[in-house]
């Protein structure tokens, strides 16, 4: 099968095509960031990020149809992200890939987001189900069970803040650029992270939840203290702070693999990570290390798979449609879609709740 796919969740406007369930080869993937609208707000703008998304999405739809040489008879269906992300961005892709659909003859595959970042490893690395995914992104904090295709658990999530997000408004109050967490990493290098000791919230407590908010406030009341802060402060408050962080990380990851030798005896533990905070170095070495520690296979899909992009959510249409008949025709773009909808009610439907 070859399978059109979109994505407009957030601030990457992006299409794909990708053939498989048996070849997994991605024949185009094409990214279109929008960080330079946005930076100047020191932050994504739903509204501009919409509109960004429409004007361009055409262009990039026809890029990486041109880039995979196909025309419309090679396609089979197209799959965009119908949730959970900015609603604006959301409706642009789903609807452009409504239209496509009907126009062309399509089957039409609506994607949750989080389900083509938890099955983009069966793609690059050929897994076989279960295994465990931590997904770390500026939206999104969790670790999921992924039982098979449509099959989620979710076993613990940020209670607060993403991790990525939590980056960002660290950067955001030592005055450094947006996106933080590359501009955090970098100065953390030349940081002595025992300067200051940061709390490592919830790790007191069972479960695989997780809480950033706080380490976030811990932190400003350390710069507000020592005001104007200096550049060596400035470093040594990431370092401390991307230390605390790669701590929870890793205990939780323990966690997380426990749980699933318990639940599964008999497979051997995986732990997949995707997200953008994937790409913090201090923090893939935590992860591997306690992955190491817990005898337990690491996977990373490469950066440009880890983060946004539409190739995953292509591969997760494929994966749809190989697990059976879809139409998606009467689906609506959503803002938030847990992967279980079950854990969810739990949590509530709070502004941060469901979504993270
Ligand atoms: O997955 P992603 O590209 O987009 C979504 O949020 O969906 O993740 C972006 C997030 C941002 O919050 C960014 O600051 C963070 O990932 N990030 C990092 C690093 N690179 C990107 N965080 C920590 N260290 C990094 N090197
Ligand atoms: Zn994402």
């Given at each position: 099968?070859t399978?059109?796919?979109?994505?407009?969740?957030?601030d990457?406007?992006?299409?794909?095509?990708?053939?498989?369930?048996?070849?997994?080869?991605?024949?185009?993937?094409?990214?279109?960031?929008?960080?330079?609208?946005?930076?100047?707000?020191?932050?994504?703008?739903?509204?501009?990020?919409?509109?960004a998304?429409?004007?361009?999405?055409?262009?990039?739809?026809?890029?990486?149809?041109?880039?995979?040489?196909?025309?419309?008879?090679?396609?089979?269906?197209v799959?965009?992200?119908?949730?959970?992300?900015?609603?604006?961005?959301?409706?642009?892709?789903f609807?452009?890939?409504?239209?496509?659909?009907?126009?062309?003859?399509?089957?039409?595959?609506?994607?949750?987001?989080?389900?083509?970042?938890?099955?983009?490893?069966?793609?690059t690395d050929?897994?076989?189900f279960p295994f465990l995914?931590?997904?770390?992104?500026?939206?999104?904090?969790?670790?999921l069970?992924v039982?098979g295709?449509?099959d989620?658990?979710?076993?613990?999530t940020?209670?607060?803040d993403?991790?990525?997000?939590?980056?960002?408004?660290?950067?955001?109050?030592?005055?450094l650029?947006?996106?933080?967490?590359?501009?955090?990493?970098?100065?953390?290098?030349?940081?002595?992270?025992?300067?200051?000791?940061?709390?490592?919230?919830?790790?007191?407590?069972?479960?695989?939840?997780?809480s950033?908010?706080?380490?976030?406030?811990?932190?400003?009341?350390?710069?507000?203290?020592?005001?104007?802060v200096?550049?060596?402060?400035v470093?040594?408050?990431?370092?401390?702070?991307?230390?605390?962080?790669?701590?929870?990380?890793?205990a939780?990851?323990?966690?997380?693999l426990?749980?699933?030798?318990?639940?599964?005896?008999?497979?051997?533990?995986?732990?997949?990570?995707?997200g953008?905070v994937?790409a913090?170095?201090?923090i893939r070495k935590?992860l591997?290390?306690?992955?190491e520690?817990?005898?337990?296979?690491?996977?990373a899909?490469?950066?440009?798979?880890?983060?946004?992009?539409?190739?995953?959510i292509?591969?997760?249409g494929?994966?749809?449609?190989?697990?059976?008949?879809?139409?998606?025709?009467?689906l609506?773009?959503?803002?938030?879609?847990?992967l279980?909808?079950?854990r969810?009610?739990?949590l509530?439907?709070g502004?941060?709740?469901a979504?993270?």
């Amino acid at each position: 099968m070859t399978v059109l796919g979109i994505e407009t969740s957030c601030d990457e406007t992006a299409a794909a095509v990708v053939r498989g369930p048996q070849a997994r080869k991605i024949l185009s993937n094409t990214i279109r960031s929008q960080i330079d609208e946005h930076t100047e707000f020191g932050g994504v703008v739903p509204e501009i990020a919409a509109r960004a998304h429409i004007e361009i999405l055409d262009r990039i739809v026809a890029e990486a149809m041109r880039e995979a040489d196909c025309g419309w008879d090679d396609i089979d269906a197209v799959a965009a992200t119908a949730g959970p992300g900015l609603i604006g961005g959301v409706i642009v892709g789903f609807m452009t890939a409504k239209a496509i659909a009907m126009a062309a003859g399509k089957t039409l595959i609506g994607v949750n987001h989080l389900e083509g970042h938890a099955l983009t490893a069966r793609l690059t690395d050929d897994l076989d189900f279960p295994f465990l995914l931590l997904l770390v992104s500026g939206g999104h904090s969790q670790f999921l069970l992924v039982r098979g295709v449509g099959d989620y658990e979710r076993l613990g999530t940020t209670i607060d803040d993403a991790i990525g997000e939590a980056f960002d408004k660290t950067a955001k109050l030592l005055g450094l650029p947006y996106p933080g967490g590359p501009h955090v990493e970098k100065m953390a290098l030349k940081g002595d992270a025992g300067r200051f000791r940061l709390p490592r919230p919830l790790l007191d407590r069972p479960g695989l939840d997780m809480s950033f908010a706080g380490l976030k406030t811990a932190l400003r009341t350390q710069a507000k203290k020592l005001e104007p802060v200096d550049d060596q402060t400035v470093a040594d408050l990431c370092a401390a702070f991307q230390l605390a962080v790669a701590d929870v990380l890793a205990a939780r990851t323990k966690s997380a693999l426990d749980l699933f030798r318990a639940r599964h005896p008999g497979t051997a533990p995986v732990i997949v990570v995707a997200g953008g905070v994937a790409a913090n170095q201090q923090i893939r070495k935590a992860l591997t290390a306690a992955a190491e520690d817990a005898g337990a296979r690491f996977v990373a899909p490469p950066m440009r798979l880890c983060t946004d992009n539409a190739a995953m959510i292509a591969w997760a249409g494929i994966e749809r449609l190989c697990a059976g008949p879809v139409d998606d025709m009467h689906l609506s773009p959503r803002p938030r879609w847990p992967l279980d909808s079950e854990r969810a009610g739990k949590l509530g439907a709070g502004k941060k709740g469901a979504k993270v």
